[in-house]
C-alpha cells in the first residue's frame, strides 16, 4: 500500500496504528526536524529517529513515523503473505523492538529528570548511554524502570533469545520452503512490537506533551 505524509490509510494487521494525541508540525524540512523539548526549563533541540535493519537505514521525523511506517509495512507483508519478505519483517521487527526500548528507556530518564535544568554534557551523555545499551541490557533496564511489565520482559527476552538463530539459519528456512515458520515468527514479533508500542503510547500520555514523538537517539 502506497504511503503518504498524513495519510489516514494504514494496513489492517496485527501492527496498529500510533496516533498522538493533538497534531503538530514538523518544520518541513525533509529528513530533518528541529523540535524544543522542554526538560526543566532548558529547551533541547533534538535530531532524528532512526530504525537500522539488515537491509536499510531509514530516517523519520518523529517515533510516530517510524511506528507508523514499519507498522504498514508488516502488515502489508502478513496480509498480502507475500512470503518473499518474510524474513526480511522478521529482521525489521528484531531491530524495531530493540531501538524501541531504547528509546522509551530514555524518554523515562528524560521524564525523571523534568524538574530541574539538565545540563547539555549531562543530556549528551544520557543519549550516548541509551544509543550503546544492546538489547540484554535495554530489556532489563526497561524493567527496571517500569518502561515494561515483567509479562513483556518474558515475551522480549523469548525473541530475543532465538534471534541469532533465526538469522543463522536464514539460509534452511529459505532453502527448506519453511515459510510457514517465518511467517508465525513474523507474527509472533508483530505481537510483541505491538505491545511495546501500547508501552509507548501509556508513557506519552503520561508525558503529556506532543514534542516528546520527537525525541531521538
Known amino acids: 500500500m502506497a504511503r503518504s505524509k498524513g495519510s489516514t490509510l494504514r494496513s489492517e494487521g496485527p501492527f496498529p496504528h500510533f496516533r498522538p494525541q493533538s497534531k503538530f508540525h ?30 536499510k537505514r531509514q530516517q523519520y521525523d518523529d517515533i510516530t513515523e517510524a511506528i507508523n511506517s514499519i507498522g504498514d509495512e508488516v502488515n502489508s507483508v502478513l496480509n498480502n503473505r507475500q512470503k518473499e519478505k518474510y524474513f526480511d519483517g522478521v529482521v525489521l521487527l528484531y531491530s524495531f523492538i530493540e531501538n524501541v526500548l531504547k528509546w522509551l528507556i530514555f524518554v523515562q530518564l528524560l521524564w525523571s529528570k523534568s524538574g530541574r ?31 515494561i511489565d515483567w509479562k513483556l520482559f518474558q515475551r522480549i527476552d523469548a525473541i530475543r533469545q532465538e534471534r541469532n538463530d533465526v538469522i543463522h539459519q536464514f539460509w534452511l528456512y529459505v532453502h527448506r ?3 510457514l515458520v517465518l511467517r508465525k515468527k513474523l507474527e509472533k514479533l508483530a505481537g510483541v512490537a505491538s505491545q511495546l508500542v501500547e508501552n509507548t503510547k501509556k508513557l506519552t500520555r503520561e508525558i503529556g506533551v506532543d514534542e516528546v514523538y520527537k525525541i531521538s537517539l
Open 117 to 147: 535544568v539538565v545540563p547539555d554534557k549531562e543530556m549528551t551523555e544520557l543519549q550516548r548511554f541509551c544509543k550503546s545499551l544492546n538489547f540484554y541490557q535495554a530489556q532489563h533496564i526497561a524493567l527496571s524502570l517500569d518502561v
Open 26 to 55: 514538523s518544520s518541513g524540512v525533509e529528513g530533518i526536524y528541529s523540535a524544543d523539548l522542554i526538560v526543566g526549563r532548558r529547551r533541547v533541540s533534538e535530531g532524528q529517529v532512526e530504525i537500522n535493519s539488515m537491509k
Open 177 to 179: 520452503g519453511n515459510n
